[in-house]
């Protein structure tokens, strides 16, 4: 199937590693140019330089997304150089799973905030997009009570119904909005490879949850942003796609 990526310009945040960086190869491989940020100045630069290699047009800037000012000029910068937005696709998170004041303020600043300042800076390249995506990363955290209930699964949540709110609100523009809700997820870096390690129980206690016997591979969470975000999900909209290998067991009306 076609997704109909070719030519189109997309944004991805936290683009280096896991969920991201899958995210940023997929619209890749799609025939997208993507522009992507991330915390560490040399994990951009080695993407890029790889990227470049492979004959992607893409460009990469090192930030904060819990700093709005950085956020929003790295968008304007990043639509210049590329010509334009046709889709954004927020994905970082604090990680911030614990119930102290602190982890509530990096949960809001960096998940919420993150998101919400990455749609509105957008917003004017989206509104002259022919092609308009708008895709979140929520959890299953956010329909879920689990390890992660405090501030990471809220926040996941609060994500989903504002970009569903999102979806209701720029439908007249044609702008869609989706987002997908990832299971626990594997990769080398990753949380629950630290976990593994460090809390041996837990990564175990987890593992057993699924049903598959094993947990996701980051590609396998970005093929389904990737056509979230296609103009092959042209009357998708609203959505939040959960991609778990039958973790949660409630049922999604």
Not at 21 to 35: P, Q, T
Not at 89 to 110: R, T
Not at 147 to 157: D, E, L, M, Q, S
Not at 178 to 202: K, R
Request: hydrophobic share 45%.
């Amino acid at each position: 199937m076609d997704l109909q990526l070719a030519g189109l310009r997309a944004l991805v945040t936290g683009g280096t590693k896991g969920i991201g960086h899958a995210i940023v190869e997929g619209l890749a491989a799609e025939g997208a140019a993507v522009g992507f940020c991330a915390r560490t100045e040399a994990d951009v630069t080695a993407t890029v330089d790889k990227l470049r290699a492979d004959g992607v047009t893409v460009v990469g800037r090192a930030l904060d997304v819990g700093d709005g000012e950085a956020l929003t000029r790295w968008v304007t910068e990043s639509a210049a150089e590329l010509g334009g937005v046709d889709i954004v696709v927020s994905n970082v998170s604090a990680l911030a799973i614990g119930d102290s004041e602190e982890f509530w303020k990096q949960s809001f600043e960096v998940d919420m905030l993150g998101t919400v300042r990455l749609v509105s800076a957008a917003m004017p390249f989206l509104e002259q997009s022919q092609a308009p995506s708008i895709v979140t990363v929520s959890s299953v955290s956010g329909r879920e009570i689990d390890f992660a209930a405090g501030a990471y699964g809220t926040f996941k949540a609060a994500i989903v119904h504002y970009t569903q709110g999102l979806a209701y609100q720029l439908a007249g523009k044609g702008i869609r909005a989706n987002t997908i809700s990832p299971g626990n997820t594997y990769f080398p870096g990753g949380v629950w490879e630290n976990i593994e390690q460090n809390n041996p129980a837990l990564y175990a206690e987890a593992l057993a949850l699924n049903p598959t016997g094993r947990m996701a591979r980051p590609e396998e969470i970005a093929r389904a942003a990737v056509f979230l975000a296609s103009p092959a999900a042209s009357f998708v909209t609203g959505t939040n796609l959960v991609v778990d290998g039958a973790l949660t067991r409630g049922v999604q009306y």
